[in-house]
């Protein structure tokens, strides 16, 4: 007894005293380290204000009630998300069951059985009939087990089954901004389509006026056929881009119903002709605090930390297990005495195991281990790499889309102006038909092209946000 008393003891200090496989984790670092500023933006000023994507609701930048109430539809019915929050249910569930690991284990039993055989039958006083020899037996035990965590092979799952739940918030929250950009770019695609089925219907209107002044100069004999001819040309081409833009706005639409959970035959989105798109300011942190603010860079890092304790898990199994166990019975024939002293017993025990041999097994799998946590790290570095490549390519456009903007509107305001003036030149008899007709043409293009440089601009700042985390912290 005292030599088992003795060996508890020491389990006990083994297990307080424990010690850890997993090696010391450090994120993984960079060929080079982040550089000061964006390369995009080197002589380019940008917005001071930094408040803005501190809130998680970025795209209430872009103005707009409907798209507003429309992200918050996401954020509880897209089922991409909910997958996600499922996951991440699963992985923090996952941690609970590996902490349990840390405590012992009870068991409670019981059992009541009848034997005999043939032989005479008599009845007892309470009327119940029983044949001799028969016999009763009544039997309840409770029992314990622990397995101290002397070489941190339990501690080492907790803190992966740990990082890996961290990964899956991260996982979480790259859906969130996913499904918010997509639904902001579908919204903005869907609204350019609105603004440009606008412009192109007050352009056939004009058409409509223009075919009917041909038609009449042509019955005054005072224009040529050809010039009717062009004109219900160029009336026609406009209707047919018009039936494009109205298919265009139907695609958006049936996206977004997708994105807010909702089957799209029963989804509408009421048209706004007269809708201005608003180009926000995004302000651009410095290129080192983007591998905090990315979801996909965080769980990246995540699963390197998990990898790493995978490693100590596996390392662990070259050293033996200690298993405490306890365990209590009492059995009886008479249900009364069932808890009665005499009838108790008890045992306690310390066991041991150890691999002597596996013929490598668990060097193979210490580097598997390993080689496991090399392809995470290098996940990790290319998910970052990947990261500032997304940066710079959204900056470079949003500057380069800022001078396209100022140079298509002076162009589509000298085009508007000419256009002008050459139909009052072909209605005074100065210029031919086919000066109008190209002209025309030519100022519709010019004001689609600057309608859509405008939603161009605004679709970069939404993928801008996406690079650099949205309003993730």
């Given at each position: 007894m005292i030599r088992l008393s003795r060996l508890i003891g020491a389990a006990s200090l083994l297990a307080l005293g424990a010690c850890s496989m997993t090696p010391a984790y450090e994120t993984p670092a960079l060929k080079s380290a982040p550089p000061a500023q964006f390369k995009a933006l080197e002589g380019w000023k940008t917005a001071t204000p930094s408040d803005h994507l501190d809130r998680g609701d970025w795209w209430t930048l872009l103005g707009d009630a409907q798209l507003n109430a429309l992200a918050e539809r996401v954020?509880?019915?897209?089922?991409?998300?909910?997958?996600?929050?499922?996951?991440y249910r699963q992985a923090r569930a996952l941690v609970r069951e590996q902490r349990a690991s840390l405590f012992p284990t009870v068991d409670l039993s019981g059992s009541a059985t009848k034997s005999g055989g043939g032989g005479t039958k008599t009845?007892?006083?309470?009327?119940?009939?029983?044949?001799?020899?028969d016999t009763q037996r009544y039997q309840v035990g409770i029992g314990a087990s622990w397995e101290p965590d002397v070489w941190g092979r339990i501690r080492a799952g907790i803190s992966g089954a740990k990082f890996s739940?961290?990964?899956?918030?991260?996982?979480?929250a790259a859906a969130q901004l996913s499904a918010q950009g997509e639904l902001a770019t579908s919204y903005l695609g869907?609204?350019?389509a609105d603004a440009e089925i606008a412009m192109v219907r007050a352009t056939v209107e004009g058409y409509q006026r223009s075919l009917q002044i041909t038609t009449n100069r042509y019955n005054a004999a005072i224009a040529p056929k050809s010039d009717v001819l062009q004109a219900q040309v160029q009336l026609a081409n406009a209707q047919s881009t018009?039936?494009?833009?109205?298919?265009?706005?139907?695609?958006?639409?049936?996206?977004?119903?997708?994105?807010?959970?909702?089957?799209a035959s029963s989804f509408r989105i009421a048209a706004v002709s007269d809708w201005k798109p608003v180009v926000p300011e995004i302000p651009i942190g410095v290129p080192s605090t983007l591998l905090e603010r990315r979801p996909d860079v965080a769980a990246a890092e995540r699963r390197v930390a998990a990898a790493n304790n995978d490693i100590g898990v596996a390392r662990a199994a070259f050293f033996p297990t200690f298993s405490l166990s306890a365990n209590g019975n009492s059995t009886?024939?008479?249900?009364?005495?069932?808890?009665?002293t005499s009838a108790n017993t008890w045992s306690l025990g310390l066991s041991a195991a150890q691999t002597l041999f596996d013929a490598g097994a668990r060097r193979a799998r210490v580097a598997q281990s390993r080689a496991a946590y090399d392809a995470t790290?290098?996940?990790?570095?290319?998910?970052?790499?990947?990261?500032?490549e997304d940066v710079e390519n959204q900056l470079a456009a949003a500057r380069a889309l800022e001078r396209q903007y100022a140079l298509l509107l002076t162009a589509s305001q000298a085009a508007d102006q000419t256009e002008q003036m050459l139909l009052n030149q072909y209605k005074a008899g100065q210029v031919a038909y086919t000066d109008v007709v190209a002209d025309q043409a030519s100022a519709l293009s010019a004001r689609r092209t600057l309608l859509q440089t405008t939603v161009a601009r605004q679709t970069t700042a939404v993928a801008l946000v996406q690079a650099l985390g949205g309003g993730w912290r």
């Amino acid at each position: 007894m005292i030599r088992l008393s003795r060996l508890i003891g020491a389990a006990s200090l083994l297990a307080l005293g424990a010690c850890s496989m997993t090696p010391a984790y450090e994120t993984p670092a960079l060929k080079s380290a982040p550089p000061a500023q964006f390369k995009a933006l080197e002589g380019w000023k940008t917005a001071t204000p930094s408040d803005h994507l501190d809130r998680g609701d970025w795209w209430t930048l872009l103005g707009d009630a409907q798209l507003n109430a429309l992200a918050e539809r996401v954020k509880v019915d897209n089922q991409t998300i909910a997958r996600a929050e499922a996951a991440y249910r699963q992985a923090r569930a996952l941690v609970r069951e590996q902490r349990a690991s840390l405590f012992p284990t009870v068991d409670l039993s019981g059992s009541a059985t009848k034997s005999g055989g043939g032989g005479t039958k008599t009845t007892t006083s309470v009327g119940g009939a029983t044949r001799a020899g028969d016999t009763q037996r009544y039997q309840v035990g409770i029992g314990a087990s622990w397995e101290p965590d002397v070489w941190g092979r339990i501690r080492a799952g907790i803190s992966g089954a740990k990082f890996s739940a961290e990964a899956s918030a991260a996982d979480l929250a790259a859906a969130q901004l996913s499904a918010q950009g997509e639904l902001a770019t579908s919204y903005l695609g869907l609204r350019r389509a609105d603004a440009e089925i606008a412009m192109v219907r007050a352009t056939v209107e004009g058409y409509q006026r223009s075919l009917q002044i041909t038609t009449n100069r042509y019955n005054a004999a005072i224009a040529p056929k050809s010039d009717v001819l062009q004109a219900q040309v160029q009336l026609a081409n406009a209707q047919s881009t018009l039936e494009g833009l109205v298919q265009d706005r139907a695609t958006f639409e049936n996206a977004i119903a997708v994105l807010v959970g909702e089957p799209a035959s029963s989804f509408r989105i009421a048209a706004v002709s007269d809708w201005k798109p608003v180009v926000p300011e995004i302000p651009i942190g410095v290129p080192s605090t983007l591998l905090e603010r990315r979801p996909d860079v965080a769980a990246a890092e995540r699963r390197v930390a998990a990898a790493n304790n995978d490693i100590g898990v596996a390392r662990a199994a070259f050293f033996p297990t200690f298993s405490l166990s306890a365990n209590g019975n009492s059995t009886s024939s008479v249900l009364g005495d069932l808890l009665t002293t005499s009838a108790n017993t008890w045992s306690l025990g310390l066991s041991a195991a150890q691999t002597l041999f596996d013929a490598g097994a668990r060097r193979a799998r210490v580097a598997q281990s390993r080689a496991a946590y090399d392809a995470t790290a290098a996940d990790y570095r290319q998910t970052a790499l990947q990261a500032f490549e997304d940066v710079e390519n959204q900056l470079a456009a949003a500057r380069a889309l800022e001078r396209q903007y100022a140079l298509l509107l002076t162009a589509s305001q000298a085009a508007d102006q000419t256009e002008q003036m050459l139909l009052n030149q072909y209605k005074a008899g100065q210029v031919a038909y086919t000066d109008v007709v190209a002209d025309q043409a030519s100022a519709l293009s010019a004001r689609r092209t600057l309608l859509q440089t405008t939603v161009a601009r605004q679709t970069t700042a939404v993928a801008l946000v996406q690079a650099l985390g949205g309003g993730w912290r």
